[in-house]
Structures are given as C-alpha cells and as structure tokens.
C-alpha cells in the first residue's frame, strides 16, 4: 500500500515553565510509531523524569506503524504520536486537524554499509549492484531512490534492490545476499561489529533534516502540549551533556541487543548531529525533508512551515533556563 494510500486510510478511520506540583499531574499517552533508538530523546525524557517534573503521567504506546500512531492522535485515542513529519504533512494536505509541535530527530538517521572487499570510491561504485533496502514506504529506501536520482541514476534499473522488513536489513546483508545495505541504526552497527564497513551517511550529506517529530491535533490541550514540549526540550540539552548516561538509558530501553553495539550506535548518532540540540524545527530542515515526499510524489507542495510548525510551544521550550 502507498503512502498516499495509508495517509488516506488514517484520515478515513479517524506555557508551562515552572515544574508545576505532583498533585496537579495530568495523564497524557504519546503513541510511537516503533520502539526505535531514533525516538531516543522521548527515552530519556521518561527515564530522567522530566515529563514528571513537568507535572505529567506518561503512558507511551507503540503502535506498530507511523500510520497506526498518527490515527491514534487524530482519533483521540492519543494526544501525541512520534514519527516521520511527512505522514503529518500528507494527512494535514488532505484535511487532518494535525499539526507539529516538537523535534525529535535533526538528521537523516540512514547509512549506506558494504561487505568489507567491496571497492567504494562513489555513490556511482553502486550502479549494477544488489541491494538490501528497507520495504516501502520509509525513509532509508526513499533517501536512497533519491541519492541514486540526484547521480544519474534509476532505483528501478541501475540496481536490484531487495527489499525487507525494517529492521530485518543486517540478515540478508550479512548472509551476503547483497553486498550493499542500506540502514538505520542499530542494524548499521550490528554489521559493523560483524566486519562490514559504512561508506556513505545522509546525516553529513544532507545537514539537518526534519526525520522524526511529535504530532498533536490542532485542538489539544495547550497546557498539556507545553510541558511535552518541556521535558522534551529537557532532554535533549541533557543527551547534549550526558553521553554516558544516554547510553545507559539506550541499553536500558533496548536489553536484547548487544550493550556494544548499543553504544557504539548512540555515539554514532551524536557524533553526525542526528539527535537534535532543541525541540525546534528550522524551516530549512523541514523543507530537505518534504522534498524527498515530493521528488517521490507523495506531497504536491511545500507545507506552510509557519502554519504546520507550532512555534507557540517551541518559543517558551527554548527559554527554559
């Protein structure tokens, strides 16, 4: 099903700085598309409790897929939900109540890896290969279609793409069924512990992106949305600072794989800028990241930034000393 269609679907089916006091603790459920180490500031936020500083009972939820954690909020079975701001942006083009309101990641979180004999001076070294892809729609694949496009090339023609499950990526491509992969953390460092190599990161090459974001319908309960936006902001200066702790609460959240692996993948991601350094959503990331959706069709235009971005729970997130 395209995304289009899986937009349509879930439309179809459905400026508090202080900490405020334990007793006026409101319950709120943030629906996340994946247990993913992209949603890792959201981790953070829970486990240092700075949705409960900010006065909230928080209840995540995981949805399984963007669109099951979008349906949530525009149902009202959720205020909030986590994922790709390009579900947001389609289903706000179509008539949806739905708005951004925060940052969660500030990078295209996707490598490219390749067997260890591979020879790799140029995204062009590609042309003619097998490679393992995530299953459309999601943005590893999209970013890749695109990279291949801006040098010349054609996804459908100039490589044999295999594509599985997310998060499915490392099993192939270490049984050698492809010699290229291309993937989200923690498969990347998964087979870099097995002897691959990562030749290629979107982060650098893009700069900042708009990857992952929280998402609330336009009526939600302004208090509310401002103590996420908080303790959202709370963490991500913590991360900023707290490198060891960030890792602890990575293994923590994430007990069945590998504590190196866990590690090594976080540091990756501080290190190539994919955590955000705030909640807030500069224009430009979010126009690189709508322009993917439209080179591949899925949105006609630009979303109005000044519309679609709420800057009235970012601004007050941004003064918190």
Known sequence: MSLLMRIASVIAAATLLATPAAADNKKVIVSQAFQSMLYLPLYVAINEGFFTQQGLELTKETAGAPSVALSAVISGSAQFSIHGPEWTAIAASKGAPVDIIANVVNGAAVWIATSPDFKFSGIKDIKGQKVVTGLMPTTSTSLFIKLLKENGMDAKTDVEMLQVAIGSEPGPFVAKQADIAVMYEPGLDQVVAKGM?????????????????????????????????????????????????????????????????????????????????????????????????????????????????????????????
């Open 197 to 321: 190599k990562v030749v290629y990161g979107f982060p650098k090459s893009y700069g900042p992106y708009a990857f992952s974001a929280v998402t609330a319908r336009k009526d939600v309960d302004p208090d509310t949305a401002q103590r996420v936006v908080n303790a959202m902001e709370m963490a991500m200066r913590f991360m900023a600072k707290n490198d060891a702790r960030t890792v602890e609460i990575a293994r923590k959240e994430f007990p069945t794989l590998d504590p190196a692996v866990v590690e090594s993948a976080v540091k990756r991601m501080l290190a190539d800028g994919v955590y955000p350094p705030s909640v807030d959503i500069t224009a430009d990331a979010l126009k690189v990241s709508m322009d993917t959706q439209i080179a591949l069709g899925n949105l006609s235009a630009q979303p109005d930034y000044g519309t679609f971005v709420v800057k009235k729970f970012i601004e007050p997130a941004l003064a918190i000393k």
